[in-house]
């Protein structure tokens, strides 16, 4: 089953039933999504240990795990919180960049990602239907994210009584 809806913009949490170590108890910001073209994700919640510099070092940004493509490939991207109106703004960095590359109004939110999620047309829109995903709006607390390592369960819990229970889960209940 396809959606007709575009899911530009919009914060994708994973099932506590999806398994797929790639994506398991992660939340990821779509940038784009086109039912022709598929659709590229970022995780938000899985930081690296290294900040990274652009180019000529002026500024160091928190390197974050962004997903299974092109893992050895960097994007630098801002993602704001705006109150009026109410938004993400996204705003991706290529090439060699500098701090004079950067405006100074995207210096805000400015985080690298190592890879990212991709799917290809359809693709998205299956997993969806297989609740694989939870489609959620964005939301300060989600963009801003200051707690990485429990963003997924905090969401979960907040969720209703059985999401609340698999927040707690262990990765492998079967050993309990």
């Given at each position: 089953m396809?959606?007709e809806?575009?899911l530009?913009?919009s914060i994708?949490?994973a099932h506590?039933?999806?398994?797929?170590?790639?994506?398991?108890r992660?939340?990821?910001?779509?940038?784009?999504h086109?039912?022709?073209?598929?659709?590229?994700?970022?995780?938000l919640?899985?930081p690296l240990?290294e900040?990274?510099?652009?180019?000529?070092g002026s500024?160091?940004?928190?390197l974050?795990?962004g997903g299974?493509?092109?893992p050895?490939?960097?994007?630098?991207?801002?993602l704001?919180?705006?109150?009026?109106?109410t938004?993400?703004?996204?705003?991706?960095?290529?090439?060699?960049?500098?701090?004079?590359g950067i405006?100074?109004?995207?210096?805000s939110?400015?985080?690298?990602?190592?890879?990212?999620?991709?799917?290809?047309?359809?693709?998205?829109?299956?997993e969806?239907?297989?609740?694989?995903?939870?489609?959620?709006?964005?939301?300060?607390?989600?963009?801003e994210m200051?707690?990485?390592?429990?963003?997924?369960a905090?969401?979960?819990?907040q969720?209703?009584?059985?999401?609340?229970?698999?927040?707690?889960?262990p990765?492998?209940?079967?050993?309990?």
């Amino acid at each position: 089953m396809e959606s007709e809806e575009n899911l530009t913009g919009s914060i994708l949490i994973a099932h506590p039933m999806l398994r797929d170590p790639n994506f398991r108890r992660t939340i990821l910001f779509l940038p784009t999504h086109d039912e022709t073209q598929g659709a590229t994700g970022l995780v938000l919640n899985r930081p690296l240990t290294e900040r990274i510099s652009p180019a000529d070092g002026s500024i160091e940004v928190p390197l974050f795990y962004g997903g299974p493509v092109q893992p050895a490939q960097i994007l630098l991207a801002s993602l704001q919180w705006r109150e009026s109106p109410t938004m993400v703004a996204f705003r991706a960095f290529a090439g060699k960049l500098t701090d004079d590359g950067i405006a100074p109004q995207w210096r805000s939110g400015l985080r690298a990602f190592a890879g990212y999620a991709g799917w290809e047309q359809g693709q998205l829109e299956a997993e969806v239907a297989e609740k694989a995903w939870i489609v959620a709006p964005p939301t300060r607390a989600l963009i801003e994210m200051t707690n990485t390592h429990n963003a997924w369960a905090t969401f979960m819990r907040q969720s209703g009584p059985f999401f609340e229970l698999m927040a707690d889960e262990p990765d492998e209940p079967w050993r309990n």
